[in-house]
């Protein structure tokens, strides 16, 4: 069973930075797409960035020059750097592992393995 610990949320003021980093465990997954989804309150899940083959970047056009999806298959690690966070941005921030193939990265049906969440709140 493949585990997704997210860290790295927390509280911070429009306009500065987080990191967050979500650890996974190696076993029965593809570390060739990961993604980041956040789902504010009341709202569905939407889809931040995504990242094929350690290169190849997806993102949403709302954080588009803001944020960066990284990732290194040695640990495995992967992370979103965020930057000029806006209160907009407030949301629970999930990882997710293992896209369908041929699927939409969008799509929250599509991955196979999230973690827990960490939440980011700007204000």
């Known amino acids: 069973h493949v585990q997704l610990v997210e860290s790295g949320g927390g509280s911070v003021q429009a306009g500065g930075s987080l990191t967050l980093s979500c650890a996974a465990s190696?076993?029965?997954?593809?570390?060739?797409?990961m993604g980041w989804f956040r789902q504010a309150p009341g709202k569905a899940r939407e889809g931040v960035a995504a990242?094929?083959?350690?290169?190849?970047?997806y993102y949403d056009d709302s954080v588009k020059g803001r944020f960066t999806i990284s990732q290194d298959n040695a640990k495995p690690m992967l992370y979103l750097q965020m930057n000029a966070l806006k209160p907009e941005d407030t949301a629970m921030y999930y990882c997710?592992?293992?896209?369908?193939?041929?699927?939409?990265?969008?799509?929250?049906?599509?991955?196979?393995?999230w973690g827990q969440g960490t939440q980011v709140t700007v204000s």
């Open positions: 997710a592992a293992d896209l369908v193939t041929g699927g939409n990265w969008r799509s929250i049906d599509h991955w196979s393995y």
């Open positions: 990242i094929y083959g350690g290169i190849t970047t």
């Open positions: 190696t076993y029965g997954y593809s570390e060739e797409f």
